[in-house]
């Protein structure tokens, strides 16, 4: 959201089971997309797009069925 995030998102984001918006978008963030991401099973929107991600999304997100909206480049 344009807060100059950077680094990597951690493993531990997919500890936060409660979470049903994550929204990293417009940011400084690399590497790749946690696949601890398919642990947070309240998850409805996930806005990743704008950052420097290097790889494509981990099949274990299929695991967010309640999962409305994902917004990325990847």
Known sequence: MGND?????PQEIGDLMFLSNLALYTNNLEGSIPTSLGNLSNLVFLYL???QLSSSIPPE???LHNLAELYGQF
Not at 5 to 9: A, C, E, F, M, V
């Open 49 to 51: 797009y704008e950052n």
């Open 5 to 9: 995030l950077n680094g990597s998102i």
């Open 61 to 63: 997100i299929g695991n």
